[in-house]
């Protein structure tokens, strides 16, 4: 991870809480819709279940206090602190859903 990394990529910045902790303000620091790369705000709305995302990411947050905020916001190894690439997140989606049973045959 070089300092373009923040330029490309989710960091601990890209979140912000906002509104006493009610929503969550996501920044996009790259997308195919921001061709001039200025960044995308997304806002994102506590759901107050036990899926809230923004109850998610304040804990996440909170733990998260010994790294900097130009480390990457979700991150795979407990030493080396890689961030999620796609390769990543489509096996782990696909070891969910054999886990729970999506996709066989009833």
Not at 15 to 23: K, S, T
Not at 84 to 97: D, P, S
């Amino acid at each position: 991870m070089g300092p373009a990394f923040p330029n490309w990529f989710l960091t601990k910045s890209s979140i912000r809480l906002i509104q006493h902790d009610e929503h969550i303000e996501l920044t996009l620091p790259a997308s195919k819709t921001d061709p001039f790369r200025q960044g995308i705000q997304l806002i994102i709305a506590g759901s107050h279940d036990e899926a809230c995302p923004v109850r998610a990411m304040k804990q996440l947050l909170a733990m998260d206090t010994h790294r900097p905020e130009t480390a990457p916001l979700f991150c795979v190894g407990r030493r080396e602190q890689l961030p999620f690439t796609r390769q990543h997140v489509v096996e782990k989606l696909q070891e969910l859903g054999t886990t729970t049973g999506l996709g066989q045959a009833t």
